[in-house]
């Protein structure tokens, strides 16, 4: 059984930086696309970034592009989001979400793609 454990969340201000981590365990990762969503309050869970198996495809959401970076370590398992340059808009909770992976260069955070499996979220808050 693949789980999802979110981390890094936390308060930063206007400007600041923080690094959310994704640990995955029950599959191996090199298998696995992996996605970060995240979901403020009255609003529609969004899409923010995702890495396909073996980083042959990155995606960025434009509200994110040149300030996020998503980034893996299969050997740890883990995938990363380095947030910088955060914006008050930014704040919501942080979601990743994972699927078995149909290729090594395919990702998305299309909403209309269900991954089946996915953390229990990370709050991130951008003061102004």
């Known amino acids: 059984q693949v789980q999802l454990v979110e981390s890094g969340g936390g308060l930063a201000q206007h400007g600041g930086s923080l690094r959310l981590s994704c640990q995955v365990s029950g599959a191996s990762l090199d298998v696995l696309m992996v996605a970060w969503f995240r979901q403020a309050p009255g609003k529609k869970r969004e899409g923010v970034s995702c890495?396909?198996?073996?980083?042959?495809?990155?995606y960025y959401d434009d509200s994110v592009k040149g300030r996020f970076t998503i980034s893996r370590d299969d050997a740890k398992n883990t995938v990363s989001l380095q947030m910088n340059s955060l914006k008050p808009e930014d704040t919501a909770v942080y979601f990743c979400a994972a699927d078995g992976a149909p290729g090594t260069d395919w990702c998305t955070v299309d909403p209309r793609y269900e991954y089946h499996h996915w953390g229990q979220g990370t709050q991130v808050t951008v003061s102004s």
């Open positions: 890495i396909s198996a073996r980083d042959d495809s990155i």
